[in-house]
């Protein structure tokens, strides 16, 4: 079976400052991407970003990125210089080269910045 | 990108109705999926909608309970039949043009059932 796994159900940081987000997943197989999408209280999901993990260099996006560290299976969100607008639920989500682009999140953790 | 038009945008039902909920793209898709979000929960798989077939639904989802329909490459539809409480939920239409890609989500029904 392939899981996701988030450890922190909530997490708070004040703006302008940096916070890690958890996220550990098992799976069997080689192939496979990994994904951040957040989700404000419109219920819009929006990638934030993604990685590959045959690739060994770790994604970034502007002020997010990632820790990508395979043997652990493990691939945290740093989010830097947080902003108010980063106050969302993240999800952390994988899909195998044979699921065919089906989607497994994780639990989710809610992120509130504060003023 | 995909701009995923999702109708409608939330409905309160009574028990035992159904209701459909389409998913219109504005551009041809390879894969669509819908997917199910309970109150303060993740997103789970319903089924993969399959273009001009049958779709190929999740452990613990069935046809008669979800029936969906693809017609073509840019439009789905997922009905919640005989529903009861336990059906409320955000239902997420999600799209995708190649594999390995991001996916796209359209903005979700928040369906709420009395």
């Known amino acids: 079976a392939q899981t996701v796994t988030q450890s922190q159900p909530e997490m708070s940081v004040q703006e302008a400052e940096t916070v890690t987000l958890s996220c550990t997943y098992d799976?069997?197989?080689?192939?496979?991407?990994l994904f951040w999408y957040k989700q404000p209280p419109s219920r819009q999901m929006i990638l934030v970003i993604r990685?590959?993990?045959?690739?060994?260099q770790n994604a970034t996006e502007n002020r997010f990125s990632v820790n990508f560290q395979k043997a652990a299976k493990s691939f945290s969100l740093k989010i830097s210089d947080s902003q108010l607008g980063d106050t969302a639920m993240y999800f952390c989500?994988?899909?195998?080269?044979?699921?065919?682009?089906?989607?497994?999140f994780g639990e989710g953790t809610q992120l509130t910045v504060n003023p | 990108s995909a701009v995923i038009s999702q109708k409608p945008s939330r409905d309160i039902c009574q028990r035992g109705t159904s209701l459909t909920i389409q998913c219109q793209v504005d551009s041809q898709v390879t894969m669509m999926f819908w997917y199910r979000q309970q109150p303060g929960q993740s997103l789970t798989l319903i089924a993969t909608a399959n273009q001009g077939s049958e779709a190929t639904y999740e452990s613990g989802f069935v046809i008669d309970k979800f029936p969906i329909s693809r017609p073509n490459l840019t439009f789905s539809t997922l009905t919640v039949s005989n529903m009861s409480p336990e059906d409320s939920s955000i239902y997420l239409c999600s799209v995708g043009f190649l594999r390995g890609e991001k996916l796209f989500f359209g903005s979700g029904t928040q369906l709420s059932v009395l």
């Open positions: 990685q590959e993990a045959y690739k060994q």
């Open positions: 799976t069997s197989e080689s192939n496979y991407y």
């Open positions: 989500a994988f899909m195998t080269e044979t699921s065919g682009s089906r989607l497994t």
